[in-house]
Each structure stands twice: as C-alpha cells, then as structure tokens.
C-alpha cells in the first residue's frame, strides 16, 4: 500500500471512533507497506486516558511482531501526535511517523514543540499534513457536532464497541 492508502486506512479508524462519540482520531501500523495493526481513539468509551489511537496501534504491533521495536514498522495518523504518544513512538522505535492534521493545542511533533527534536536516543523520519483537509474536517465536523450538543443541553453518549 502507498502512503495515500495508508492514510485512508487511518481516516476509516477515526471515522469508527467518531461513530462512537470519540475524538476522531485514526492510526495505522505498516510493516513493508502492508498493515499489522489499527486502531483508533477509545478513552471515552473505555475511561481510559492512555487509549489513544497511537497507543492502542502501537500495542497491537508488538503483541503482533513479538517485540517492543518496530524499528521496521511506519505509523500513519489522523492528528499530530500528543506528548505521551511522541514519547511512546519514541521508545517504540517506529522508523517513521506520518500525521494528517496539525494539533495546535497538543501537537508535539512541530505545533507545540517536537519533540523528535530533543536528544532523545531515536528520532523517526516525521512527515506532516498527509490528507490534511481530509482529517482536519472530520475533526471540525466532531467538534462543531459536539458544541450544539452541549448548547441543546444533550449529554454526550458514548457507544461501546461491537
């Protein structure tokens, strides 16, 4: 699969969370251009702050591969990557991180700092804004849904998965 594939892929994971009531955040793991893993945004469903889209991909990986370096293995995401799922691609070793959408608020890969930067002891290739308007409008349309919700007085509902 190309990069473009990759990232459609990521796009139908955030789609999924947002059909849960989830931030619409998406990701894929490729190894040799094939996906080993997907996953998308569950913490409200879960209640659970670490089940991020990346997080939950990275682990599918190494359950998959058997190990905890994927020094082989290219993440694709919908949004910019926040602290905790930098540093977990950092210690995951991922060669290479692929983002859609920029993270004015959180973004740690360019927007609120990089930290692909630091002196860290792995630094992945990072690409930015793959399908950018794609992902950034499936966030807008989440949030704007979001907002007149709040203003109807409607309690957000949150689905479990199948």
């Known amino acids: 699969m190309d990069d473009v594939s990759l990232m459609r892929a990521a796009l139908e994971q955030a789609r999924i969370a947002a059909d849960l009531g989830e931030v619409p955040v998406g990701a894929v793991i490729a190894k040799d251009g094939e996906i080993i ?6 913490r ?31 993440l694709f995401v919908t949004l910019e990557p926040c602290p905790m799922c930098t540093g977990a691609i950092i210690n995951s070793r991922l060669k290479r991180v ?43 349309a989440f949030f704007e849904r979001l907002r007149l919700q709040r203003k109807r007085g409607d309690k957000p509902k949150w689905k479990k998965p199948q």
């Open 37 to 42: 893993a997907r996953a998308h945004n569950t």
């Open 44 to 74: 409200e469903t879960e209640k659970n702050a670490t089940h991020h889209a990346e997080l939950l991909a990275i682990d599918e990986a190494c359950r998959k591969l058997g190990g905890w370096r994927l020094w082989q293995c290219e």
């Open 98 to 140: 692929v983002y859609g959408a920029k993270d004015e608020k959180a973004g740690c890969c360019g927007s609120v700092t990089n930290l692909f930067e630091m002196p860290f002891n792995h630094k992945p290739v990072l690409e930015s804004g793959l399908l950018e308007e794609e992902c950034a409008a499936l966030l807008r």
